[in-house]
C-alpha cells in the first residue's frame, strides 16, 4: 500500500512562491504517475499537473500553466509542486496522488485526469493565498 504525505503549504501573499511536496513514505513513487489536484471549499477537486514514470512527461491544468512546475527527485523518493506568481484563487488544499496503474501504465491521464483516474491520496495541504 502507498502512502502519500504532502507537505509545504503555508499563507502566503499574491505574487509569492511555494514548492510543495509530495513524499512516499511506504512505496516508491518512481513507479508510478503522480498527479497534484487541490480543493477549494464549496468546490469539486481539480486536476493541476501531473508527472509520468517514465520519460517524466507533464501536463498542467490551464489555470496553472507557465506559473506551475511539477518534477521529481528519485533519490529523495518525491515529487514536486513548485508554484509561482500564487493568485488568490490558488487558495485550496493540495493534494498528491498515484495514477491508476491498471488504467493508465505509469502515463499520465489526458490533460492531467480526473480523481477517478488515481487510486492512493495523501492527506492534503493547505495553500493560503490572501493579503
Known amino acids: 500500500q502507498v502512502h502519500l504525505v504532502e507537505s509545504g503549504g503555508r499563507l502566503v501573499q499574491p505574487g509569492e512562491s511555494l514548492r510543495l511536496s509530495c513524499t512516499g513514505s511506504a512505496w516508491n513513487l518512481d513507479y508510478y504517475a503522480v498527479g497534484w489536484f487541490r480543493q477549494a471549499p464549496g468546490k469539486e477537486r481539480e486536476g493541476v499537473s501531473c508527472?509520468?514514470?517514465?520519460?517524466?512527461?507533464?501536463s498542467y491544468a490551464d489555470s496553472v500553466k507557465a506559473r506551475f512546475t511539477i518534477s521529481r527527485d528519485k533519490a529523495k523518493n518525491a515529487v514536486y509542486l513548485q508554484m509561482n506568481s500564487l493568485e488568490p484563487e490558488d487558495t485550496a488544499v493540495y493534494f498528491c496522488?498515484?495514477?491508476?496503474?491498471?488504467?493508465?501504465?505509469?502515463?499520465?491521464?489526458?490533460?492531467?485526469?480526473?480523481?477517478?483516474?488515481?487510486?492512493?491520496w495523501g492527506q492534503g495541504t493547505q495553500v493560503t493565498v490572501s493579503s
Open positions: 496522488a498515484t495514477v491508476k496503474v491498471a488504467a493508465h501504465g505509469s502515463r499520465c491521464p489526458h490533460s492531467v485526469g480526473t480523481p477517478n483516474d488515481y487510486d492512493r
Open positions: 508527472i509520468s514514470a517514465t520519460d517524466t512527461s507533464t
